[in-house]
């Protein structure tokens, strides 16, 4: 049986204008990239898309486009990442409100939670929505260590039917995690930008998340490690992995993907709030030299500044 939540569904960026402002026709623009790119679904509010600079009025104003945009073609995932049970289940509610067709939860990271009251967060928060929940194992944001053992705990409570994987060594844990679940019908992601995608599909992965501005080129790779056709896969992911690893650099990976989607015509202004960090002359340098040795293909015309 195929999950719901499956294949490539990058995290989008929020795009703001060079005031800072929200800039919705750039935010149209970039779903509209990633359903020509053939996406299996998007998310919004994650760790790339500055979730944690977005206030609660540009949160609806974002998922209002994006579901409006998107129109049903593929799943909407909304990030939850609220401190307390109470702040993330009134995420939940609005996202649920606003149209979102799944959350990627984090656990409540200010106190660090024990495993045993993880499970009751996860279950609060699934039961009061009808949206389906995907964990979000990244201990190298929240602090919040999750064994593979207690994700097989949290698959078994009604809602949660995923996992986004970002624990490193990531391939290792998605690995151990699918073991636990013992074959149960729950979605085991990536991410931490798809740097070790084909290791982790290797190891029972059915999908991954990355930032949003390479689609268009992980797609095929993926299409073809699916199909058996490894040697091209991983050929084409050689080719990619300098705009991968450019994106991966703490306090710039925003910056960074906004700089390519700028060079890539996709969104206008490459301004990131605090405290994410701007992009110094050096490694704005930096990220063009890569693009130029990748030489990308024009975009098509419907999704061009």
């Avoid at 401190?83 to 656990?107: C, F, K, N, Y």
């Avoid at 201990?139 to 207690?150: A, D, I, N, S, Y």
Wanted: with cysteine; net charge negative; glycine share 10%.
């Amino acid at each position: 049986m195929t999950p719901t939540l499956y294949g490539l569904m990058p995290i989008l960026a929020t795009p703001f204008d060079e005031t800072g402002a929200l800039d919705r026709a750039g935010l149209r623009r970039l779903v509209e990239f990633e359903l020509a790119s053939g996406v299996d679904g998007v998310a919004v509010f994650g760790m790339a898309s500055e979730g944690f600079a977005l206030t609660t009025k540009e949160r609806r104003a974002i998922l209002d486009d994006v579901v409006s945009v998107v129109d049903g073609r593929v799943p909407v995932i909304a990030g939850v990442n609220g401190t307390s049970t109470a702040t993330s289940i009134e995420q939940a509610l609005l996202a649920e409100e606003g149209g979102a067709d799944a959350l990627m939860v984090l656990p409540p990271f200010m106190v660090k939670p024990a495993a045993s009251t993880l499970v009751d967060f996860y279950g609060d928060v699934a039961g009061s929505t009808s949206l389906s929940v995907m964990v979000q194992d990244a201990p190298g944001v929240t602090g919040v260590t999750m064994t593979p053992g207690l994700v097989a705990e949290l698959a078994r409570l009604d809602g949660v039917d995923s996992v986004k994987v970002e624990a490193p060594p990531t391939a290792p844990k998605v690995g151990a995690v699918v073991d636990a679940l013992g074959g149960t019908d729950f979605a085991v992601l990536g991410g931490q930008n798809a740097q070790f995608c084909l290791e982790e599909y290797a190891r029972g992965a059915v999908g991954t998340m990355p930032a949003c501005e390479f689609p268009d080129l992980l797609g095929p790779v993926l299409a073809d490690f699916v199909a058996g056709r490894v040697e091209e896969a991983r050929a084409g992911f050689r080719r990619m992995l300098p705009l991968v690893l450019i994106g991966l650099q703490g306090g710039i990976a925003w910056a960074v993907h906004k700089e390519v989607l700028v060079a890539r015509g996709i969104i206008e202004h490459a301004t990131v709030r605090y405290p994410a960090a701007r992009l110094d002359a050096g490694s704005r340098a930096a990220v063009h030299l890569v693009l130029e040795e990748l030489a990308l293909p024009p975009l098509p015309t419907a999704v061009r500044v």
